[in-house]
């Protein structure tokens, strides 16, 4: 009895049409019936990295509300000048008004 060994490649898959891609990626790439892409792959979903802000919260000494504490900020604090990036100015509940910067330094410097 004599024992041959097949020399078959198991990982790759026929080629699509002679375009040099296997199946696998070339329907990866490919738009659904009705004209939208493909949803995300997990690994993409979870390799993906939010970015962090640093926040930072004012409270008004004069019992002001949140809206003319807002606009007391915009009209007095100018962040072009100071080079300061404001991600967002957020109203909360019970008065206080937070302010989202991208690094600590920012944060210091509207402090």
Same mark, same amino acid.
């Given at each position: 009895?004599?024992? #041959?060994? @097949?020399?078959?490649? #198991?990982?790759?898959?026929?080629?699509?049409?002679?375009?040099?891609?296997?199946?696998?990626?070339?329907?990866?790439?490919?738009?659904?019936?009705?004209? #939208?892409?493909?949803?995300?792959?997990?690994?993409?979903?979870?390799? @993906? #990295?939010?970015?962090?802000r640093y926040k930072l919260m004012v409270k008004s000494k004069l019992d002001l509300s949140t809206e003319e504490v807002k606009t007391t900020l915009r009209t007095n604090v100018n962040p072009t000048t100071m080079k300061v990036g404001i991600r967002s100015l957020k109203s909360l509940k019970d008065g206080r008004v937070l302010i989202e910067a991208g690094t600590t330094e920012e944060i210091n410097k509207l402090k």
């Open positions: 009895m004599e024992i #041959r060994e @097949a020399n078959l490649s #198991r990982g790759s898959l026929p080629s699509s049409g002679g375009k040099g891609q296997n199946i696998a990626t070339a329907h990866h790439n490919q738009l659904t019936p009705s004209g #939208r892409p493909k949803k995300k792959l997990y690994s993409e979903v979870v390799s @993906a #990295r939010e970015e962090k």
